[in-house]
């Protein structure tokens, strides 16, 4: 009896399991349930044809079971398996058209978008955006550095077509180029902010008008290329107040510094700035606008400097951020040297000698080429100076004992006549004085020669 159940229960599972399962499908009725499947439960790949469609099955089959993938059809991928429809699609050459399937909001020109893009680039933006999101669409966000710029350059060209129509020149070319190196660096460093987000931007406009140089004809070359010069220019002003300003100084710094470096050059930039600006408005529409805004607020900004002309010659990059610098360094050295007292004394006479030989060499190696042998003449004698005071015995010795030494000091100088001397160094104080403000241990350089 009991073999007689066992025979019979055994029969019956047989029965249920041969009951229950399905015919295999044949790779041609997979492949269409695939597709019917896959189209409805992920819509970035709405748009492919059904020969593509299958052509991701027989993709995904090289890996998976049918079972596997009839699921996948049906349900649409699982964050795990992103990398593999994204492997698929790459198989069957899909992923820029899936890709910009799911970019469709960004609402831009395809080609354009994908100009200079490489497939594989896209791959992983696909994976983020199937785990994500679960549907493939892509954000801006998620672009990298050459799709964001390319979606910024096609945009500002599609605006620029709307305004002006026809085909863009190569001058218009030029202006959305420039256009979109400002408005990238807007976008890409909104993590910064003050001096370091104007340095930024600075240095974009400055790249933005060197794009715009071998565009332009007649005059207009020279202008876009000054205008990128006063762009950097500021550009590391900024850079450089943000290292070394506290944070809320450090965009006046900036502007201050800037002022000085344009003293008696504000009026003609900006009149060159209108002009250019106006003229490329005329061919390119507003677009042009971008390129000048940073540059143009950097003007309208920056205080007002009264100098008694431009200086002589071009004032170096950083020069005057530096001069600053060193006259803090010097200036402290001298204060160190007071003692509490109330008055000047001998040492401190000796200390500010001292301090100032050093300001000088610095001043020497970054002043114009022009005025290096007046610098050169003026720090040698305060070498020497300060070689005579430095003896040890300035710390003790009254103001007028130091005063004394100094005085011998100055007349044994051979190298250079107290004349020249005297007119080589008012020529160097004037010109720091116009291109960088007043310094007080070097305003006092152009007298000493003489009072000594």
């Known amino acids: 009896m009991r073999h007689f159940f066992t025979v019979v229960v055994s029969l019956a599972l047989v029965a249920g399991a041969c009951g229950s399962s399905e015919p295999e499908l044949s790779p041609e009725a997979l492949r ?22 299958g052509c991701l099955a027989d993709a995904l089959l090289v890996s998976e079971t049918p079972e596997t993938v009839i699921r996948l059809g049906q349900d649409g991928p699982t964050p795990a398996q992103a990398s593999l429809v994204v492997d698929a699609l790459s198989t069957c050459a899909l992923v820029p058209t899936v890709f910009l399937a799911g970019a469709a909001d960004l609402e831009v020109e395809p080609q354009c978008f994908l100009e200079g893009i490489e497939p594989d680039s896209l791959e992983p933006l696909l994976v983020t955006g199937l785990v994500s999101s679960g549907d493939g669409e892509v954000s801006v966000g998620q672009l990298d550095d050459s799709l964001l710029a390319n979606l910024v350059r096609c945009t500002l060209v599609e605006d620029l077509l709307a305004e002006v129509g026809g085909e863009l ?6 202006v ?9 660096e807007t976008l890409q460093g909104a993590e910064n902010e003050g001096a370091l987000l104007l340095s930024g931007q600075l240095f974009a406009a400055a790249r933005g008008f060197l794009l715009l140089v071998p565009a332009l004809d007649d005059s207009w070359p020279g202008v876009a290329q000054r205008l990128a010069e006063s762009s950097q220019r500021g550009a590391i002003l900024f850079a450089q107040a943000a290292q070394n300003s506290a944070a809320g100084l450090a965009v006046l710094t900036g502007l201050d510094d800037f002022a000085l470096s344009i003293s008696g050059q504000r009026e003609s930039l900006r009149r060159a700035s209108t002009e250019l600006q106006e003229y490329l408005i005329g061919d390119c529409g507003k677009t042009a606008n971008v390129v000048f805004s940073v540059f143009g607020e950097l003007l309208d900004s920056a205080p007002l ?20 610098q060193e006259s803090v360094v010097a200036s402290v050295a001298v204060q160190a040297a007071d003692f509490g007292g109330e008055e000047v004394s001998g040492s401190m006479l000796a200390a500010s000698v001292v301090a100032t030989e050093k300001l000088l060499q610095w001043v020497a190696a970054e002043v114009p080429e022009e005025l290096r042998l007046a610098a050169q003449q003026v720090a040698a004698l305060y070498t020497h100076l300060a070689q005579t005071v430095n003896n040890g015995q300035a710390e003790e010795a009254a103001l007028t004992e130091v005063e004394g030494w100094l005085a011998a000091a100055l007349f044994d100088f051979a190298e250079t006549d107290l004349v020249t001397l005297s007119a080589a160094a008012d020529s160097l104080v004037e010109w720091t004085e116009e291109s960088c403000g007043t310094q007080p241990l070097l305003a006092a350089v152009a007298g000493m020669a003489i009072e000594s």
């Open 176 to 184: 959305t180029q420039a256009a979109t190196e400002v408005t990238l």
């Open 32 to 53: 269409d349930q695939f597709a019917g499947d896959f189209s409805d439960s992920t819509p970035i790949v709405g748009s492919l044809s059904f020969d593509e469609l």
């Open 169 to 174: 020149s190569s001058v218009c070319q030029a």
């Open 305 to 324: 400097v009264k100098a008694p002309q431009a200086p002589a010659f071009d004032v170096p990059l950083w020069f005057c951020t530096g001069l600053r």
